[in-house]
């Protein structure tokens, strides 16, 4: 009879899955086997794990089907939340919008499935590139809005440029690479309310999209990078 042995695949101690291997005829397997085998279980548990929790954020209510990143409703709900805090703090808020480029060419050359799971790449990279508690949402189609408590515009528009690199130098599958551009604008300077602040971020990502693309604009004159 094989020599059977289960490994469970687990992700922050929650068991996902499980290996279920056999050895041949009169064959066992070496400790130093079933050691690899573990490690190679605990990537692909942890791989798993960030699979089940994606489908499970893209359920939730006030999420983005596609990305699992809250979906534009909960984004304003959330700049209008900051927008306050600010107002009572004194401190600065900031917004930052990023298009990827050229994005419809995906979908017309790889279809649209391959063009949400780039979405959904793009997702991860900006999350991951972001300090611990700002936001980031898909506001539609290939567009992610982001927001920066207690940011001021120079270093709102540095954390743009980190955040347009990651995607940049990011390998997305099938694809390879894509550039994007991003807006960045920051209250009270830009914006007295909240829909002023997401106007001007929009409008300092039209000037970086007019001005070639695969660049960072702010709000206000000629401030493209």
Known sequence: MPSPSTISASS????????????????????????LVRTASGALGAALGSR????????????????????????????LEEFGRSQRTGQPLAVVTIDLDLFAGVNAKFGNETGDAVLAECALVLKVALRDGDLVAR????????????????????LAERLRHAVEEHRFARVGNLSCSAG??????????????LSAAEQAL???????????????PSHTH
């Open 12 to 35: 922050f101690r929650e068991r996902v899955g499980a290996l279920d291997l056999r050895a041949r005829k009169g064959q066992r397997w070496t400790p130093e086997q079933l050691a």
């Open 52 to 79: 089940l929790e994606l489908d499970r954020l893209r359920r939730a209510p006030g999420r983005d089907p596609i990305t699992g990143l809250p979906d534009s409703r909960s984004f304003h709900q959330r700049l």
């Open 139 to 158: 506001l539609g189609g290939d567009e992610f809005g982001v927001i920066l408590p207690d940011c001021d515009l120079a270093p709102a528009r540095r």
């Open 184 to 197: 960045v604008a920051a209250s009270p300077r830009d914006g007295l309310d909240p829909t002023e602040l």
């Open 206 to 220: 039209g000037v970086a999209k007019k001005s070639g693309r695969h660049r960072t604009a702010a709000a206000g």
